[in-house]
């Protein structure tokens, strides 16, 4: 299993750009797809993004694309998330996830993945 801790959420206005990173512990970071999920009070947790092991096949909820870049560097075991465009709905706790070990195809399913992060508080005012 592999721990996880994110970082820099925070607060920004409607329009703004708020960026969260993931560092991740151990030696098999690289062998694993990464993903963004959120959960706003009072609902369920959903899929944001993902990206491959390598970082060269990524994607997007359709409330996020064009919107949210995901990123990764497999040398720094860290996964980002830019936000820029940002709106009052993207409010919510953003969770980064990690795939189990070998599992480098991205999904959106969260049941796909086997370890998570403590989440990160992200608040957008209008």
């Known amino acids: 299993q592999v721990q996880l801790v994110e970082s820099g959420g925070g607060f920004a206005q409607a329009g703004g750009s708020l960026r969260v990173s993931c560092a991740a512990s151990?030696?098999?970071?690289?062998?694993?797809?990464m993903g963004w999920f959120r959960q706003a009070p009072g609902k369920e947790r959903e899929f944001v993004s993902t990206i491959n092991w390598s970082g060269t096949t990524v994607s997007y909820a359709d409330s996020v694309k064009g919107r949210f870049t995901i990123s990764r560097d497999n040398a720094k075991n860290t996964v980002d998330l830019q936000m820029n465009s940002l709106k009052p709905e993207d409010t919510a706790v953003y969770y980064c996830?990690?795939?189990?070990?070998?599992?480098?195809?991205?999904?959106?399913?969260?049941?796909?993945?086997?370890?998570w992060g403590q989440g990160t508080q992200v608040t957008v005012s209008s």
């Open positions: 151990g030696r098999t970071f690289s062998s694993r797809a």
């Open positions: 996830a990690a795939r189990p070990e070998g599992s480098r195809g991205p999904s959106p399913l969260r049941g796909d993945y086997g370890s």
